[in-house]
C-alpha cells in the first residue's frame, strides 16, 4: 500500500500557485519524498524529490515540513498544461516506486 | 535520445492469445519496470529487474512473465490473455549508484484490451 495521503482533486486557477499537500506521517529517516506527475493518457513524468530540505528544480518547489510528516508541492504560476495526475510517493533510494491514486489537479482557465 | 521506448501502442487480443509487449530503453539503465493501469487508478507494478539475467515480482505478477537477456530490453508476457488484462501497460527505467537520483522514466504505454 502506498505510504501517503493525498486529496483526491483540488482545482487551480490559471497563473495562481497550485500547492498540494501530502502526508506521510509513517516516513522512516532513509526514505525520500518523490513527486510525478501523470498528463492524460502519458506515462508519469518525475517533478522533484527531497529527503529533508526544500527543494526547487525549473519545474516546481518542494516544501518537506521539520518533522517529515508532510510536504507539499508548488507549481508557481500555473497552466493548462499542468492539469494532471500527481503523485506523493515516499521510498527508499533505490527502493521500488508504489503509486497511490494522487490528487487530480484542474488548472481553471 | 529515443528514452523508453514501448510497442505496440495499442493492440485488441481474444481471450486466450498470447503477446509480448516490448520494451526498449536507451539510456544504459541497469533497472526497467513493468507496471499496469486500470481505468481511475495509479501503476501497480508487476515485474522489475535490477540488471540483465535478474528479474523479480512486484504486487500483480499473475498471468505475466519477463525476461531480461540485455540491458536495453524488457518484454512482458501474457501467456493466456484475460479480460482481467485489459489495462494500460507502462515500461520504466533508471539508473542506480551513490550519485544517482533514482528518477524512473516512463514510456508512452501500451493501450491493451482482452475481448
Known amino acids: 500500500d502506498a505510504k501517503t495521503t493525498q486529496p483526491t482533486s483540488m482545482d487551480c486557477a490559471e497563473g495562481r500557485a497550485a500547492n498540494l499537500p501530502c502526508n506521510h506521517s509513517t516516513i522512516s529517516g532513509n526514505e525520500y519524498v518523490y513527486w510525478y506527475r501523470q498528463i492524460h493518457s502519458q506515462g508519469p513524468q518525475y517533478i522533484i524529490h527531497g529527503l529533508k530540505n526544500n527543494e526547487t528544480n525549473e519545474m516546481a518547489s518542494l516544501i518537506i515540513t521539520e518533522d517529515r510528516k508532510s510536504s507539499t508541492l508548488i507549481l508557481p504560476h500555473a497552466t493548462l498544461r499542468d492539469t494532471a495526475v500527481y503523485y506523493c510517493i515516499v521510498r527508499e533510494r533505490d527502493d521500488k516506486i508504489i503509486f497511490g491514486k494522487g490528487t487530480r489537479l484542474h488548472i481553471l482557465p | 535520445n529515443a528514452g523508453v521506448t514501448q510497442t505496440p501502442k495499442f493492440r485488441i487480443l481474444k481471450i486466450g492469445q498470447s503477446m509480448t509487449l516490448q520494451c526498449t530503453q536507451d539510456m544504459n539503465h541497469n533497472y526497467m519496470y513493468w507496471y499496469r493501469q486500470d481505468p481511475g487508478m495509479g501503476l501497480k507494478l508487476i515485474y522489475y529487474s535490477v540488471g540483465a539475467g535478474i528479474t523479480d515480482k512486484g504486487e500483480v505478477p499473475n498471468g505475466y512473465n519477463v525476461s531480461r537477456s540485455t540491458t536495453e530490453d524488457f518484454p512482458l508476457r501474457l501467456e493466456l490473455a484475460a479480460p482481467s488484462q485489459t489495462s494500460v501497460y507502462f515500461c520504466?527505467?533508471?539508473?542506480?549508484?551513490?550519485?544517482?537520483?533514482?528518477?524512473?522514466?516512463f514510456g508512452a504505454g501500451t493501450r491493451l484490451s482482452v475481448l
Open positions: 520504466a527505467s533508471k539508473t542506480s549508484g551513490v550519485m544517482a537520483k533514482n528518477i524512473q522514466y
